[in-house]
């Protein structure tokens, strides 16, 4: 067998076509844009490239893009006071801290700050809790995408045998979340699990969120399993290469001959994120007028 590609570049690129779509009749409805501010403290090279695609495909999608670039050194108090200003400006909907901040910030308290009708990024503890008892909230825009293209490629996921391996909170856990609320049947797998192997074998539905390039093997996955792959790990450069290539958790070349499909790194989960993103800030704009959110976002 050899799996389809689930190619989700091109799903992101028709959701962000859709969002943009929708959000310039939202401007029309509204009287004003959407917006998304992205805060970025230091200059972090990988955070400054994340920051500035962020900016560009906020526009792209008729939304406004508020930039603020704040130095390493910025202070705790100095950077709560941003946010709160954010928080209560009319023109923002969507405010994403990006992280990691430097190490004398505290997360926590910086992602608690924001407003949770803001918090399109769906880390604050409110909308994790929403989640878990499902209410409307913000869900975290990796796993959301991850669903997105789980369902499109599988229909119902009633009954179905899932394995996330990951436990963050930005990723395994709400993908796990979404998947029993989905009537899979949720395992989710760690480094403490006992004989990974063997667990990843039950799966119909396999999502890796690990960080361990291709650590995920042809063996361990069932045949006729659709593969999921969130890791971004890039490899130490072969001779000659100027930099290293970019590997998934999965070892993908083995796997597409036992998955029936399978996300390829990079151009598979990477691009949801970006996409899902302005699909969550257009949700909070409609939410923030108290206009009704259209299904089909
Ligand atoms: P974390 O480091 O927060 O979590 C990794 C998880 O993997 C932990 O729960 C850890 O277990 C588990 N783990 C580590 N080693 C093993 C092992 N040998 N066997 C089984 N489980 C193991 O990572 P994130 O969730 O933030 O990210 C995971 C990957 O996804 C990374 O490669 C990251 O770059 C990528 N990513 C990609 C995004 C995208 O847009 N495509 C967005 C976000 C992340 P334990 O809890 O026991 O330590």
Redesign the pocket.
Known sequence: MTASRIDGKAFAARLRERVGAMAAEFAKQAGRKAGLAVVLVGDDPASQVYVGSKGKATLAANMESFEHRLPDDTGEAQLLALVEQLNNDDAVDGILVQLPLPDHLDEQAIISAISPDKDVDGFHVINAGRLSVGQNGFVP??PL?CMMLLTDRLGDLSGLEAVV????????KPMAQLLVDANATVTI?????KD?PAVVKRADIVVA????PE?VKAEWLKPGATVID????RLPPAEGEAKGRLV??VAFGEASEVASAITPVPG???P??IAVLLRNTLVAAYRNEGLTVPDSL
């Open positions: 825009c990796t995408g391996i990951g436990r963050s909170n930005i990723v395994g797998a760690h480094s403490r699990t990974l969120a690990v960080g361990r650590m969130v890791g971004i790990n998934g958790d598979g989960v990477g949801m994120t």
